[in-house]
């Protein structure tokens, strides 16, 4: 099982990247798929969420309305485009794999894989 994140980079604040998380040695069909991130001295935080099955989709508040999670099956690969990037976006962004999202896929618990993270700077 493996989980490779890209598609960091610096970008101006407003502007916009897609990271992307592709996934082997499992099928995205039964498996939930978690974005998270953590800043410079700042503890790591869920970002989004897209279940197994239907695909369903969750957010923590501060990625509503900027932030989409999506999947391609046929590629085995999760995206999360973010838009109207902050400067407070600047993370290490980092997908994980789990069973399900459920209510507490935020803090990480229920996360069996981790890829390695894709560093996002949003600066001028």
């Known amino acids: 099982v493996q989980l490779q994140a890209s598609g960091g980079g610096l970008v101006q604040p407003g502007g916009s990247l897609r990271l992307s998380c592709v996934a082997s040695?499992?099928?995205?069909?039964?498996?939930?798929i978690a974005w998270f991130r953590q800043a410079p001295g700042k503890q790591r935080e869920g970002v989004s969420c897209?279940?197994?099955?239907?695909?369903?989709?969750y957010y923590i508040d501060f990625a509503k309305g900027r932030f989409t999670i999506s999947r391609d099956k046929a590629n085995n690969t999760v995206y999360l485009q973010m838009n109207s990037l902050k400067p407070e976006d600047t993370a290490v962004y980092y997908c994980?794999?789990?069973?399900?999202?459920?209510?507490?896929?935020?803090?990480?618990?229920?996360?069996?894989?981790w890829g390695k993270g894709t560093l996002v700077t949003v600066s001028s």
């Open positions: 897209i279940s197994r099955g239907d695909g369903g989709t």
């Open positions: 040695g499992f099928t995205l069909d039964y498996s939930a």
């Open positions: 994980a794999k789990s069973n399900r999202c459920g209510s507490t896929w935020p803090v990480g618990y229920g996360m069996d894989y």
